[in-house]
T-cell receptor, first 115, second 116 residues
Framework: EAGVTQFPSHSVIEKGQTVTLRCDPI?????LYWYRRVMGKEIKFLLH????????ESGMPNNRFLAERTGGTYSTLKVQPAELEDSGVYFC?????????????FGPGTRLTVL | AQTVTQSQPEMSVQEAETVTLSCTYD???????LFWYKQPPSRQMILVIR??????QNATENRFSVNFQKAAKSFSLKISDSQLGDAAMYFC?????????????FGTGTRLTIIP
């Protein structure tokens, strides 16, 4: 079974540009999560999809960030326009929906550098 | 809001020795999960061990065990017989038990180095 994949692995852009990150969850996983780690700090939750619906988007920092999950499969996270403080590693995770505990499986992350 | 604190940015241990990574958390909830995740260099983060707050018994997974002190809100990870493959960033994380509230709250991580 393939794991969670993310594309690109690295992205370097200039302030003001737009970047789109992609996450492909494990097949059959209805839940998809985005997290971000700014250098040296904790990994912070951004949002949670259940299929194509946003279950929790309380961690989205501002309206420059737009997440979509059309069709309930892969997800994209667009940053427009990018700012210096958006630099960091963006992680995606997915999980099944079960009655009790559902383990989140993480992707390798996308390292975003905004110059 | 919940918070997770890892006070050791870096730790090192001799191969085959035992090391303990510290984690404290703050929450007003009574039911929750606690986790330790491991992220090896340039690789995906994987779940090492989890603890349900309602369980008094400490979780164990092979060489990995936890010391869960609910009243003190402490959740340390002990790695026995350390191996070179244990070198990684270790993150402590919290999750509410509420169905639908599945976000993980992480600490800042501890970088573990294994000395051959």
């Amino acid at each position: 079974e393939a794991g969670v994949t993310q594309f690109p692995s690295h992205s370097v852009i200039e302030k003001g540009q737009t970047v789109t990150l992609r996450c492909d969850p494990i097949s059959g996983h209805d839940n998809l999560y985005w997290y971000r780690r700014v250098m040296g700090k904790e990994i912070k939750f951004l949002l949670h999809f259940v299929k194509e619906s946003k279950q929790d988007e309380s961690g989205m920092p501002n309206n420059r960030f737009l997440a979509e999950r059309t069709g309930g499969t892969y997800s994209t996270l667009k940053v427009q326009p990018a700012e210096l403080e958006d630099s960091g590693v963006y992680f995606c995770a997915s999980s099944r929906t079960v009655l009790n505990f559902n383990e989140q499986f993480f992707g390798p992350g996308t390292r975003l550098t905004v110059l | 809001a919940q918070t997770v604190t890892q006070s050791q940015p870096e730790m090192s241990v001799q191969e085959a020795e035992t090391v303990t990574l510290s984690c404290t958390y703050d929450t007003s909830e009574s039911d929750y999960y606690l986790f330790w995740y491991k992220q090896p260099p340039s690789r995906q983060m994987i779940l090492v061990i989890r603890q349900e707050a309602y369980k008094q018994q400490n979780a164990t997974e092979n060489r990995f065990s936890v010391n869960f002190q609910k009243a003190a809100k402490s959740f340390s990870l002990k790695i026995s017989d350390s191996q070179l493959g244990d070198a990684a960033m270790y993150f402590c994380a919290y999750r509410s038990e509420d169905f639908g509230n599945e976000k993980l709250t992480f600490g800042t991580g501890t970088r573990l180095t294994i000395i051959p």
